[in-house]
């Protein structure tokens, strides 16, 4: 028969399991929350966006859309993707004549982009003002200058490589040979909220017995408490490759360093030296032969 000193112990791993799945599912509301409160405020910020063009004390503003764009050049990216180039390449002036008032026309240069806040890797769609969801194209930008914004389409695409001044012909369920004033729009983040709801959907649903991700979701949202008095007790001590870490510098490390801690987060304001400390990191734990991922 079980001894009553086991009666206790059991219980309070079963609740300590319970405290795991109920923290899986508060993270999870606490995010959905979240994530629609910042679906709504890039909603909320594109309409005010479109409502602050042309107006003087919004000068330097940096808009979530750009538009006026035009194709300066179609091209073949990596692993096959089309990569499409957008840019203000057409500029027309009104210049009066001392013997016309006729306009003048200056085309074929590049001219730079308003302030704006896209960036290499943003989720972005290519549209016009009357272009439906079938013509517009979706993609990622891979490249951002001065003058132009690089996207590379997801999917197969059948354009061919031309470019502005040399077309190869109109598909009228292709936005991109319409000729037409073109915007760029932020990956209207729904599609991103959608996975993001998917994958907290998973972690919900699968929690500590994902298949894959398992040990790494115990680790995110075991108890401290569990860990707390182990590790006080196994503080690993070590000698710093650099000298001239500070004290904070070696707790972090020495804090990272115990194996009763599979999760560390180390942070800081710029210019603390968290990437120094990440170094010294990186060396200790290859002086005890662990093997080391670093990822940026």
């Not at 399991?17 to 629609?36: D, G, K, P, Y």
């Not at 302030?115 to 769609?125: I, L, P």
């Not at 132009?148 to 001044?165: D, E, H, M, P, R």
């Not at 001590?237 to 194996?259: C, G, H, V």
């Amino acid at each position: 028969p079980r001894g009553i000193d086991d009666e206790p112990k059991a219980t309070q791993q079963q609740k300590q399991v319970l405290n795991r799945m109920t923290s899986i599912s508060a993270f999870c509301a606490q995010q959905r929350e979240w994530l629609a409160a910042e679906l709504q405020s890039e909603s909320d910020a594109a309409v005010d966006d479109r409502k602050a063009k042309g107006s003087p004390d919004k000068e330097g503003h940096r808009s979530n859309v750009l538009s006026g764009l035009e194709v300066e050049e179609i091209s073949v990216g990596l692993y096959g993707r089309t990569v499409v180039t957008l840019a203000r390449t057409t500029v027309r002036t009104n210049a009066a004549s001392s013997s016309t008032d006729q306009s003048k026309e200056t085309q074929g240069q590049q001219h730079l982009l308003p302030a704006h806040r896209f960036t290499t890797g943003d989720e972005v769609e290519i549209r016009s003002k009357t272009s439906s969801a079938k013509q517009n194209q979706q993609g990622v930008i891979s490249q951002v200058t001065d003058t132009s914004i690089s996207v590379a389409l997801f999917g197969k695409q059948n354009t061919a490589a031309t470019s502005k001044n040399n077309e190869t012909g109109n598909d009228d369920d292709d936005i991109l040979s319409t000729g037409v004033p073109l915007l760029l729009v932020p990956s209207r983040s729904v599609e991103v909220h959608k996975k993001y709801l998917a994958a907290l959907n998973m972690l919900e649903k699968q929690g500590m017995d994902h298949p894959i991700s398992g040990g790494v979701i115990r680790a995110m949202f075991q108890n401290p408490q569990d860990t707390q008095e182990t590790a006080s007790n196994q503080e690993e001590k070590f000698t710093p490759f650099n000298s001239r870490l500070d004290e904070s510098q070696l707790e972090a490390i020495q804090f990272a360093l115990s194996d009763s801690r599979p999760v560390c987060n180390i942070h800081g304001p710029p210019g603390t030296g968290k990437t120094t400390t990440l170094v010294e990191l990186i060396r200790q734990a290859v002086a005890r032969n662990k093997k080391v991922l670093v990822a940026a």
